[in-house]
């Protein structure tokens, strides 16, 4: 559609204007002198025919009389608008901004670290309303000595007043897109890119650009849309929008680096497909999504200047990008499309809940043993708004958040394009919980798209996102310099002597963690006013959800060093496996309802329970809701239980024959 300032076809209709302010005077000036002159003619007239004759005064005045009382009629009708009369705006906008629509079943991958460092921005909100007057806790550092444990030496945290490494600049607002749309599968959402691509091809010519996500997740995802490339052009062929190269293709992808794949955009079929089919697997695991979405634009945005054509880049990928790309990149891109006049696409999958992470689940085919995977998945926010810990380390769970990662859903929003969620196989994802979502359920509680640095503001202004933010970047156990505290052990050696060395060392942690804990839930609690008079729900369930969290995981802590306690004075025994190939590994934490302080912890337990299924109700339907189930079933006592591994999972390798005969080759891990 081409950006005229009307919808108005000249060739239907004829416009008439309004007669302006000016124009009225002119008008009326130009009406007395023509009275005038009709006057001195009338006058004439009468002079040669009725002279001497009294009519002669008499139809002198009756004409005058006529003609003043004319000159009025058309003064005010030169004020008032034609009955027929077109009246055009300046500008005719079609709404194209739908409010945002999510699918929830895929969950692949995750990513690197966060830093207090890599903070960014959340989501816009209440401005301060209420006097700041809590203070953040602070995480203390001082450890016993007489148990063994480690020295952990933690600077003090400095959230909003620390300088960030990158700041975004801001462009522009555009056009948004209708953002997110519902999709079973490549076929469904290649049929709405055809309706789109009819749309376009309505107003202009089209330059169509794929680009593909190099990993080898995608291998099966490039197979299906390069068989229905066919389709498309045939079924934009039928309705004659294809002739004369009216649509034109441009085939890229990306990894750790950028390739072009078509030497020229083409209308050629079979070009297209050969393209499609030279898209490589890059084993780096690194993909530059934001820089390659900019690269691939520029590449295009010459021929499509001097061809006069409009730009669609389509995005294949089902992971969330390099971090690091998307802070310094994603603006940069969202402007550079803008400047071009291109609508990105984007067929894409679900964030993980407030988590940049899932896990693949990877056996080593000579060990036998299983790994866990990181993929970038999320999260679905501008920076995290939930507790990156299940409090005992690191999340290792990849819970639906309901909605598309934060960079590629605004990438499609900014540049009037849309995202697709697509579905995809989370059976090699670990602790996946691929829950569906209704849409209408989830519009309350909508992630903020607006730029990293704008969040960044609001939440500088809000005590109550400030407070929730400060404690989660604190728990955040990729962060190294509290990575020893919040990192809990979860398996011990089954040596007995270095069993009981480990198990000392956790117990003098759990006094650094649990006093952290004692400060946040105070801190948290004092907040409750400020969760009540905000405008935000979802800011609201975070509240809710962090603090029933917080209450659950103290209760553990207390309870993980009980039962250690209680475990070393029983004299535990190495467990006999049931059967020889089976191999003792050591011990393996788990959580159970049964509890070992429950004098100490039943306060806790009890009000964490309450508030987590008060979330049950208040946002039932939501990953909020999904979270809190979570928690509440996992149980509030923990427990050791032996590990064995069965040794038949090794496979027979190869092993080197001779003196000097090369060592058999590693096996590389990959990464997704």
Same mark, same amino acid.
């Given at each position: 559609?081409?950006?005229?300032?009307?919808?108005?076809?000249?060739?239907?209709?004829? $416009?008439?204007?309004?007669?302006?302010?000016?124009?009225?005077?002119?008008?009326?000036?130009?009406?007395?002198?023509?009275?005038?002159?009709?006057?001195?003619?009338? &006058?004439?007239?009468?002079?040669?025919?009725?002279?001497?004759?009294?009519?002669?005064?008499?139809?002198?005045?009756?004409?005058?009389?006529?003609?003043? /009382?004319?000159?009025?009629?058309?003064?005010?009708?030169?004020?008032?608008? /034609?009955?027929?009369?077109?009246?055009?705006? @300046?500008?005719?906008?079609?709404?194209?901004?739908?409010?945002?629509?999510?699918?929830?079943?895929?969950?692949?991958?995750?990513?690197?670290?966060?830093?207090?460092?890599?903070?960014?921005?959340?989501?816009?909100?209440?401005?301060?309303?209420?006097?700041?007057?809590?203070?953040?806790? #602070?995480?203390?550092? #001082? /450890?016993?000595?007489?148990?063994?444990?480690?020295?952990?030496?933690? @600077?003090?945290?400095?959230?909003?007043?620390?300088?960030?490494?990158?700041?975004?600049? @801001?462009?522009?607002?555009?056009?948004?897109?209708?953002?997110?749309?519902?999709?079973? %599968?490549?076929?469904?959402?290649?049929?709405?890119?055809?309706?789109?691509?009819?749309?376009?091809?309505?107003?202009?010519?089209?330059?169509?650009?794929?680009?593909?996500?190099?990993?080898?997740?995608?291998? @099966?995802?490039?197979?299906?849309?390069?068989?229905?490339?066919?389709?498309?052009?045939?079924?934009?062929?039928?309705?004659?929008?294809?002739? %004369? +190269?009216?649509?034109?293709?441009?085939?890229?992808?990306?990894?750790?680096?950028? %390739?072009?794949?078509?030497?020229?955009?083409?209308?050629?079929?079979?070009?297209?497909?050969?393209?499609?089919?030279?898209?490589?697997? +890059?084993?780096?695991?690194?993909?530059?999504?934001?820089?390659?979405?900019?690269?691939?634009?520029?590449?295009?945005?010459?021929?499509?200047?001097?061809?006069?054509?409009?730009?669609?880049?389509?995005?294949?990928?089902?992971?969330?990008?390099?971090?690091?790309?998307?802070?310094?990149?994603?603006?940069?891109?969202?402007?550079?499309?803008?400047?071009?006049?291109?609508?990105?696409?984007?067929?894409?999958?679900?964030?993980?809940?407030?988590?940049?992470?899932?896990?693949?689940?990877?056996?080593?085919?000579?060990?036998?043993?299983?790994?866990?995977?990181?993929?970038?998945?999320?999260?679905?926010?501008?920076?995290?708004?939930?507790?990156?810990?299940?409090?005992?380390?690191?999340?290792?769970?990849? &819970?639906?958040?309901?909605?598309?990662?934060?960079?590629?859903?605004?990438?499609?929003?900014?540049?009037?394009?849309?995202?697709?969620? &697509?579905?995809? !196989?989370?059976?090699?994802?670990?602790?996946?919980?691929?829950?569906?979502?209704?849409?209408?359920?989830?519009?309350?509680?909508?992630?903020?798209?607006?730029?990293?640095?704008?969040? &960044?503001?609001?939440?500088?202004?809000?005590?109550?996102?400030?407070?929730?933010?400060?404690?989660?970047?604190?728990?955040?156990?990729?962060?190294?310099?509290?990575? %020893?505290?919040?990192?809990?052990?979860?398996?011990?050696?089954?040596?007995?002597?270095?069993?009981?060395?480990?198990?000392?060392?956790?117990?003098?942690?759990?006094?650094?963690?649990?006093?952290?804990?004692?400060?946040?839930? #105070?801190?948290?609690?004092?907040?409750?006013?400020?969760? +009540? +008079?905000?405008?935000?729900?979802?800011? !609201?369930?975070?509240?809710?959800?962090?603090?029933?969290?917080?209450?659950? $995981?103290?209760?553990?802590? $207390?309870?993980?060093?009980?039962?250690?306690?209680?475990?070393?004075?029983?004299?535990?025994?190495?467990?006999?496996?049931?059967?020889? $190939?089976?191999?003792?590994?050591?011990?393996?934490? #788990?959580?159970?309802?049964?509890?070992?302080?429950?004098?100490?912890?039943?306060?806790?337990?009890? /009000?964490?329970?309450?508030?987590?299924?008060?979330?049950?109700?208040?946002?039932?339907?939501?990953?909020?809701?999904?979270?809190?189930?979570?928690?509440?079933?996992?149980?509030?006592?923990?427990?050791?239980?032996?590990?064995?591994?069965?040794?038949?999972?090794?496979?027979?390798?190869?092993?080197?024959?001779?003196?000097?005969?090369?060592?058999?080759?590693?096996?590389?891990?990959?990464?997704?």
């Amino acid at each position: 559609m081409k950006n005229n300032s009307s919808n108005f076809n000249s060739e239907e209709l004829e $416009y008439v204007p309004p007669a302006l302010p000016g124009q009225k005077s002119r008008m009326l000036a130009r009406t007395v002198q023509s009275s005038n002159q009709m006057v001195r003619s009338a &006058m004439s007239l009468s002079k040669g025919f009725f002279q001497g004759t009294g009519s002669f005064l008499c139809s002198t005045a009756f004409h005058i009389v006529l003609i003043l /009382l004319l000159v009025l009629f058309s003064f005010e009708a030169a004020n008032k608008p /034609l009955p027929n009369q077109l009246i055009l705006q @300046d500008t005719l906008e079609e709404e194209r901004e739908q409010d945002l629509e999510i699918l929830l079943d895929d969950l692949e991958h995750m990513a690197d670290s966060l830093t207090i460092t890599n903070l960014t921005i959340t989501e816009q909100g209440m401005e301060g309303q209420t006097d700041a007057t809590i203070s953040p806790p #602070e995480l203390h550092t #001082e /450890l016993l000595e007489d148990l063994n444990a480690p020295q952990v030496s933690l @600077d003090q945290f400095v959230f909003f007043n620390k300088q960030t490494d990158s700041l975004l600049e @801001d462009v522009p607002i555009g056009t948004t897109g209708s953002v997110q749309s519902i999709v079973g %599968d490549y076929n469904e959402a290649m049929d709405q890119i055809t309706q789109e691509l009819i749309w376009m091809l309505s107003k202009d010519k089209v330059l169509v650009i794929w680009l593909f996500d190099q990993s080898e997740s995608m291998r @099966d995802d490039q197979l299906k849309i390069r068989n229905r490339i066919k389709r498309i052009y045939d079924e934009l062929g039928l309705g004659g929008f294809t002739k %004369d +190269d009216a649509l034109t293709t441009g085939v890229a992808s990306y990894g750790s680096q950028f %390739d072009m794949h078509t030497r020229g955009p083409t209308s050629n079929r079979e070009q297209i497909e050969r393209a499609i089919d030279a898209v490589p697997v +890059d084993p780096s695991g690194q993909e530059q999504m934001c820089s390659a979405v900019s690269e691939a634009i520029k590449r295009h945005r010459r021929y499509a200047s001097i061809a006069d054509r409009k730009v669609a880049l389509i995005l294949v990928t089902d992971e969330s990008g390099n971090k690091q790309d998307n802070r310094d990149s994603l603006e940069n891109a969202i402007a550079i499309a803008k400047a071009t006049n291109c609508r990105v696409f984007v067929m894409g999958r679900e964030a993980i809940f407030g988590y940049p992470y899932a896990h693949v689940r990877w056996t080593h085919p000579i060990e036998g043993t299983t790994h866990l995977l990181p993929v970038d998945r999320g999260p679905e926010t501008a920076i995290v708004e939930q507790l990156q810990t299940d409090g005992f380390g690191s999340r290792k769970d990849a &819970m639906a958040s309901g909605f598309g990662p934060f960079e590629q859903v605004r990438l499609a929003k900014e540049t009037g394009g849309i995202f697709f969620m &697509m579905p995809g !196989q989370e059976t090699s994802i670990n602790q996946v919980t691929d829950r569906k979502y209704a849409a209408e359920q989830l519009l309350a509680y909508r992630p903020e798209l607006n730029s990293r640095l704008e969040q &960044m503001s609001a939440i500088s202004e809000d005590p109550l996102k400030q407070l929730l933010t400060k404690v989660i970047y604190d728990l955040n156990p990729y962060n190294e310099a509290v990575a %020893d505290v919040i990192e809990i052990r979860q398996f011990f050696n089954r040596d007995p002597s270095i069993f009981v060395r480990e198990v000392r060392q956790e117990q003098a942690k759990m006094i650094t963690y649990i006093e952290y804990l004692d400060g946040a839930i #105070e801190a948290v609690e004092k907040a409750r006013i400020l969760r +009540d +008079d905000s405008v935000s729900v979802r800011w !609201q369930a975070n509240y809710d959800l962090l603090y029933g969290q917080l209450l659950a $995981y103290r209760a553990r802590a $207390y309870e993980y060093g009980a039962y250690l306690t209680n475990f070393i004075k029983s004299n535990p025994k190495t467990p006999t496996p049931s059967a020889s $190939y089976f191999e003792f590994t050591g011990w393996a934490l #788990e959580t159970q309802a049964a509890l070992s302080a429950a004098d100490k912890t039943a306060g806790d337990i009890k /009000l964490s329970i309450q508030v987590l299924t008060q979330i049950l109700k208040e946002h039932e339907g939501t990953p909020w809701a999904t979270r809190a189930s979570w928690e509440i079933k996992r149980g509030f006592g923990v427990k050791l239980e032996p590990r064995f591994f069965d040794a038949r999972r090794r496979q027979a390798a190869p092993r080197p024959v001779g003196p000097g005969a090369p060592p058999r080759p590693p096996v590389v891990i990959p990464n997704l």
